[in-house]
Every structure is written in C-alpha cells, then in structure tokens.
C-alpha cells in the first residue's frame, strides 16, 4: 500500500496514547491525536509536528454520542478513511474500590469510559475502517481483567477493583465478540496491555515508561495481513484471558 496509512489514538494527547501517536508517526503515517481537552490536545499535536509527525487534534469524548460523530466527521473530511483506530482512552475509576463499600457510580463512570466508550468509537469509525485495504483495531487493555491470572494463586494482579478490572475483563470480552463478527473481513482487532507505566492513571507509580507501554499497540496496529485477531497480548506474547 503506497497511500499514507491514518491512525486515530483515542486518549492521545498525554502518556501511553501520546507515546502510540509518536511511535506510529515515525513509519510517517498521518496520527489523529483524539483528546477532550482543547488545550492538551493542540500541544501534543504540536510537540509532535515539531518531532516530525504528520499529526492532526481530533476533539474527542468517547462518552459522548455527538463528539464522536463529529470525529468521525473529521477524520471522513480530511482523511476519508481510517486505517487504524487504536481505542486508549480509559479511566481508573475513584477509590476506594472494594465491592463491598465501592459506590457504584465509580462502577459505572469506568464501564461507560473503558467499554461503552469503545463502542461507541468503534462503532462510528467502522465504516471508516472498512475503506482501507489493512484495518487494523487495537483495545488497551490490562493483564488485571486476565480473569486467569485474578484467579491463580500468588499472581500479581494489583489491588482489589471493583471498576477498573471488570471494566478491562469486559473489554476482552468485547473484543472477542467483535473478532466473532468481522471474522470474514480484513479488519484484525486484538486487545494489548501496555504493563504498568508510570502515568497519571495510576500517579507515576509504575515501573515502565510510557513509550515502553507503547510498543505492542504499535506492534498490533502493524500486523500483517494474516495476523490475529480476537487475542490479548502484552509483550511477552499472548495473554491467557
């Protein structure tokens, strides 16, 4: 394929999306960088010309109906298909997060961001995706929705979370019912866990970089034509559900 490749990273203006819209910049793909913040978005945008990126803001609120119709609107106008779409925009959810006092408002903001939100992006854009001859979806997921590894003994899996683990377990789930439905298209979607990065999701406490988080999102929204789909994978291969 000689055409620029277009990219759009939900969540992109800061962290793990902003490290995917720098990495996919460097293969010289045209990146949407989607955020909701007008202010956040337009200096990531900027960084990222200035580092050779052909990026262009994508106003953005994956909760929101009309904003990611509007996107979409967008990305038909300058773009008028999409190639990759890459769903990274999540929330952690307020503590604390045990089930049995968690407010379940908490609950349902982390569903209606990591999962609705998803929907509702992915949704909009597959007619988008569909135009491009090597469509590619990539979910940002976690290895604590692994609902293996919440259950083997002595497996790190972080603190007990009533909304930001099931949101991710959710999410899995939803992408192997997408995977089930557009098995007979060319469209590969896969969710991957970047590992834990010191972002702001979790106040700077992770033990990896973001551009480290980055990589398999990269990876995944590069597969060739016969790679996987309906898979979870981190960087050390694939990810038992």
């Known amino acids: 394929m000689n055409e620029q490749r277009i990219a759009l990273v939900t969540g992109a203006n800061k962290g793990i999306g902003y490290e995917i ?18 202010e956040r978005r337009e200096t990531a ?39 990759v779409l890459v769903n990274n925009a999540g929330i952690t959810g307020s503590a604390p997060q045990l089930p049995t006092t968690a407010d379940v408002t908490t609950v349902r903001a982390a569903v209606e961001t990591n999962v ?21 979806i ?21 603190p007990i979370s ?18 089930k439905e557009l098995c007979d298209t060319n469209i590969l979607i896969n969710a991957a866990c970047p590992g834990y990065c010191a972002t702001d999701l ?9 551009e480290q988080g980055a990589a ?9 034509d016969d790679g996987p789909s309906g898979s979870f994978f981190d960087d050390e291969g694939e990810v038992p559900w």
């Open 21 to 38: 819209a720098a990495g996919l910049g460097t293969f010289g793909w045209r990146v949407g960088v989607g955020a909701r913040d007008q």
């Open 45 to 83: 945008v900027a960084k990222l010309r200035a580092a050779g990126v052909d990026a262009f803001g994508v106003p953005l609120d994956v909760t929101d109906d009309a904003s990611v119709a509007d996107a979409a609107g967008l990305i038909e106008d300058r773009a008028g298909r999409l190639d």
């Open 116 to 136: 609705i939100g998803v929907i509702r992006v992915t949704n909009a854009m597959l007619p988008l995706l569909r135009r491009s001859s090597s469509p590619r």
């Open 138 to 158: 990539v979910n940002m997921s976690s290895v604590v929705g692994s609902l293996t590894r919440q259950t083997t003994p002595g497996t790190e899996t972080g």
């Open 162 to 179: 009533v909304a930001y683990a099931p949101s991710k377990t959710f999410l899995n789930a939803l992408t192997v019912q997408y995977a």
């Open 202 to 210: 979790n106040g700077f406490r992770g033990v990896r970089t973001p």
């Open 216 to 224: 398999i999102a990269i990876r995944l929204a590069t597969l060739p």
